[in-house]
């Protein structure tokens, strides 16, 4: 469970970073918005805990900026500010719940526990077009008869399903990746390539599917439906 913890209080942030890795999360830490903004574009998160009050850039702006390119990243704001406006400003900017200071981890935790079961729950089964897609079983289907994918095809859909609309860069693809030790470094030049053939592969699997992957020139792939 990879999570980022947004605050600027370096003690606090030491604490809560030591007591998420004993209860099994990875943490990186972010000490103001612009690292934050910069660790959200480049790396794959499962949960956020968000402080309003960063420096450099606003907890609000940084959950308004992910919220244009991730709308289902589940985020917990943690913060000091306790009003009805803020907690409505926060919830009405894309927060998935609020949790203020002071607070007792135990719960903090088991409220992290909920957004991520309910996040699974929601990426269980995705439906685009005329593919559908079962993430516990790793399996995938066009007009309801299976797709033989390999691995590495099914990584490379359910990344493309799961930004649908948005676009992925090849180096997203390889981090989806890292996990295969078959797969290329992203320092190799043959990991650009491996994109490039795979992307075919896919286009040709997902025939009849209403779904088509869009090259971006210079950025990358999107998956959208097919256009009439």
């Known amino acids: 469970m990879n999570l980022l913890l947004a605050e600027d209080d370096a003690i606090l942030a030491d604490a809560l ?30 949960v956020v805990v968000l402080d309003l009050g960063l420096p450099m850039v606003s907890g609000i702006d940084v959950l308004r900026q ?28 894309g927060a998935d719940d609020y949790l203020t200071k002071p607070f007792d981890f135990p719960e903090l935790e088991a409220r992290l526990r909920a957004l991520l079961r309910r996040s699974r729950a929601l990426k269980a089964s995705t439906e685009l077009g005329q593919l559908s897609m079962q993430r516990e079983t790793r399996s995938a289907q066009v007009r309801g008869e299976m797709l033989e994918l390999s691995p590495r095809e099914f990584d490379l859909l359910d990344l493309l399903l799961t930004h649908q609309g948005r676009v992925i860069t090849k180096e997203q693809i390889n981090q989806a990746w890292s996990g295969d030790r078959a797969a290329p470094s992203a320092s190799d030049g043959a990991a650009t390539n491996a994109v490039e053939v795979y992307i075919h592969r896919l286009r040709r699997k997902l025939e ?21």
């Open 66 to 93: 992910l919220r244009q390119t991730d709308a289902s990243l589940p985020v917990l704001i943690l913060t000091a500010l306790d009003s009805l406006e803020d907690r409505v400003a926060g919830l009405n900017a």
């Open 17 to 46: 970073c030591e007591q998420m890795r004993a209860s099994g999360f990875t943490v990186e830490h972010a000490p103001n918005g612009a690292v934050a903004q910069y660790l959200l574009a480049k790396q794959q998160f499962d």
């Open 208 to 228: 009849g599917a209403q779904v088509a992957i869009r090259t971006v020139r210079g950025l990358g792939y999107l998956l959208e439906l097919e256009r009439a």
